[in-house]
């Protein structure tokens, strides 16, 4: 793993610490995952709807399917659903949707983070939803990106951007 690779899963766990920004209070901190939307997004037992700050998975659908989309969705499911997550948020609680904007943690790893490092997820930034923390996404996204792991060596063009 390189020192880019490293200073960035750095940052991401002091940040998920608590040590780089303050974590709002919008929801339960934990909660069980009822049902997988799709890649970045989750429907938890409590009925809260939780969408997966910093990242954007491609989307699967009845208008069809975006390049790594089922993909996308199946490591989500594999890793979360029927499985007890711990929740943290950022700067904004909630989207123009009313979903819950979280960093989604299952057996203490970053789902989020996984979904941009294997390539299966972009860095979507909404201010201010994730400031604290993109810098870090943004680090991991170029070494997918570089490596051309998922979207960035099979899809073209990348549904990215």
């Known amino acids: ?11 991401l766990a002091l940040l998920h610490l608590g040590c780089g920004g303050e ?4 929801g339960p901190p934990r909660g069980v995952v ?27 659908g009845k208008a069809g399917e975006e390049c790594l989309g089922t993909e996308a969705r199946e490591l989500n499911r594999m890793l979360v659903e029927g499985r007890e997550v711990s929740l943290s948020y950022g700067e904004a609680c909630e989207d123009r949707y009313g979903r819950l904007l979280a960093y989604v943690s299952v057996s203490g790893r970053e789902v989020n983070a996984l979904l941009v490092e294997r390539g299966l997820g972009c860095v979507l930034f909404i201010p201010p939803a994730g400031s604290a923390q993109r810098a870090a996404y943004e680090a991991l996204e170029e070494q997918a990106r570089e490596a051309r792991r998922g979207l960035w060596g099979a899809c073209s063009p990348s549904p990215c951007r």
């Open 34 to 60: 009822a049902e997988v939307v799709d890649g970045d997004t989750v429907r938890l037992e409590d009925g809260h709807v939780v969408r997966y700050l910093l990242v954007d998975t491609p989307e699967v």
């Open 1 to 11: 793993m390189g020192s880019r690779a490293l200073r960035a899963l750095w940052i």
């Open 23 to 26: 974590s709002l209070e919008c």
